[in-house]
């Protein structure tokens, strides 16, 4: 008779694994107190109180890879940070839009904050994501910042590394997008609650 119940918990670890919607895998953690929250999955939703601060993500500066492969991460790291649900996130045809109107150009990769922090003031965001992604020997590096558009300054970054296939490049975007929207959402959580403080 145990058989069943040991089935239904590694299809529910299974599911769970796979889902990208929050409010379903926690109604699953309840039904199974026994599945442990997902650290890749932000364990908090944004209140209803928040007004979303508008975000652009800038294209990452690619060392040692191809701009084709630099533009599909940069588009699956977009697709992380809207799922959070933690941003209003520009999408790529808007910022396109506007920068063509306003005939932004750069000869090279927005990396560095001068650049970004032009550019998110050009598309009128609070807020620009920016980074690289590159190789050195069989090691990938991704690193990420957020950058608070009216100061210029760098307020939460978030780095990985990765030994081998270069197929695990996505999940590694992945990661590194959510660790980004739950460290903002941490942050912005304990500002609010200090703000209401008497």
């Known amino acids: 008779m145990k058989a069943p119940g040991l089935f239904h918990r590694v299809f529910k670890r299974g599911l769970t694994e796979l889902m990208a919607n929050q409010t379903l895998y926690q109604a699953l953690a309840v039904l199974d107190e026994d599945v442990p929250p997902s650290p890749r999955l932000p364990s908090t939703i944004p209140p209803a109180s928040w007004v979303l601060e508008n975000v652009a993500v800038a294209d990452l500066t690619p060392y040692t890879l191809s701009q084709a492969e630099t533009k599909t991460l940069t588009e699956k790291l977009q697709t992380t940070l809207v799922r959070t649900k933690y941003f209003n996130v520009l999408s790529r045809s808007e910022m396109k839009a506007v920068l063509d109107a306003q ?96």
């Open 103 to 198: 005939q932004f150009q750069r000869s090279d990769a927005c990396d560095d904050s001068t650049c970004l922090v032009e550019m998110g003031k050009i598309l009128a965001v609070q807020k620009i994501i920016g980074g690289s992604v590159g190789k050195v020997g069989s090691t990938f590096n991704l690193v990420l910042r957020l950058i608070n558009v009216e100061t210029a300054q760098t307020e939460i970054t978030a780095d990985r590394e990765l030994k081998g296939d270069a197929d695990q490049l996505l999940h590694l975007i992945e990661d590194a997008g959510r660790e980004l929207a739950l460290q903002y959402a941490t942050t912005r959580s304990k500002q609010q609650a200090g703000e209401s403080a008497p």
